[in-house]
């Protein structure tokens, strides 16, 4: 059973930076991509970003490209959230998941149904 642990999150200022680390363990064959999802108070949870495990590519949500950075360190099996010029907007409980197998067409899953483990979440709150 893969297990991911969730941290790093907190309240900020907006235009402030956080990083969110997702470690995982208890990997036993090496799945497709390990990816972040947030669930905003009142809505429900959406995709932000995923990167595969094989090579690093990465993929966002048009709402965060160009703000926020997901990356990895393989040897530890950590997964980061590099998260810049917060806005109020991305306050939310932050998940990290692991996404086994890979889904047709894109690759990277958007829908959390394609999402086998998760993580507990971490709160990340920014005001104004």
């Known amino acids: 059973q893969v297990r991911l642990v969730e941290s790093g999150g907190g309240e900020v200022q907006a235009g402030d930076s956080l990083r969110l680390s997702c470690a995982v363990s208890?990997?036993?064959?090496?799945?497709?991509?390990t990816g972040w999802l947030r669930q905003a108070p009142g809505k429900e949870r959406e995709f932000v970003a995923s990167?595969?495990?094989?090579?690093?590519?990465?993929y966002y949500a048009n709402s965060i490209k160009g703000r926020f950075i997901i990356s990895r360190d393989a040897d530890k099996d950590i997964i980061y959230l590099d998260m810049n010029n917060l806005e109020p907007d991305d306050t939310a409980v932050y998940y990290c998941a692991d996404q086994r197998h890979v889904v047709t067409g894109r690759g990277f899953a958007i829908a959390e149904r394609h999402y086998t483990s998760w993580g507990q979440g971490t709160q990340v709150t920014v005001s104004s």
């Open positions: 990167i595969k495990l094989s090579d690093g590519e990465t």
């Open positions: 208890g990997r036993t064959i090496r799945s497709f991509a």
